[in-house]
């Protein structure tokens, strides 16, 4: 994630004093929250799964997770492109290309 789009979510945050505010828990249940707010695009879409016509309405929910999750970074002192690329690498053991690669199932799923 860009150095400028992280502090622009922080300066934000900054410029209203509500760091005070933010602590892991309220922010986990934010992201929930939020996320909860995403999946809701898609209620009821029925064979549409891509709800084309919702875009603006998905774009709006996303960025409201990723902000929060922005946060809850900063909040624990934790850098969002490290911790990405650590579960990244942890994913890929886990899923291997030669054996999750077209496979959808869980990693304790996938044959030997």
């Given at each position: 994630?860009?150095?400028?789009t992280?502090?622009?979510?922080?300066?934000?945050?900054?410029?209203?004093?509500?760091?005070?505010?933010?602590?892991?828990?309220?922010?986990a249940?934010?992201?929930?929250?939020?996320?909860?707010?995403?999946?809701?695009?898609?209620?009821?879409?029925?064979?549409?799964?891509?709800?084309?016509?919702?875009?603006?309405?998905?774009?709006?929910?996303?960025?409201?997770?990723?902000?929060?999750?922005?946060?809850?970074?900063?909040?624990?002192?934790?850098?969002?492109?490290?911790?990405?690329?650590?579960?990244?690498?942890?994913?890929?053991?886990?899923?291997?290309?030669?054996?999750?690669?077209?496979?959808?199932?869980?990693?304790?799923?996938?044959?030997?």
């Open positions: 994630m860009k150095k400028e992280i502090e622009q979510v922080l300066k934000f945050r900054d410029e209203r004093n509500w760091k005070q505010f933010h602590n892991p828990k309220d922010l249940v934010s992201i929930c929250l939020e996320a909860a707010e995403l999946l809701e695009v898609f209620q009821w879409s029925a064979e549409d799964v891509w709800c084309e016509d919702k875009k603006d309405k998905i774009k709006e929910e996303l960025a409201d997770v990723l902000n929060y999750c922005i946060l809850m970074a900063d909040t624990c002192g934790l850098d969002m492109d490290e911790i990405i690329r650590e579960k990244v690498k942890k994913n890929g053991e886990k899923y291997p290309v030669d054996k999750a690669y077209g496979h959808k199932e869980k990693y304790t799923e996938l044959g030997e």
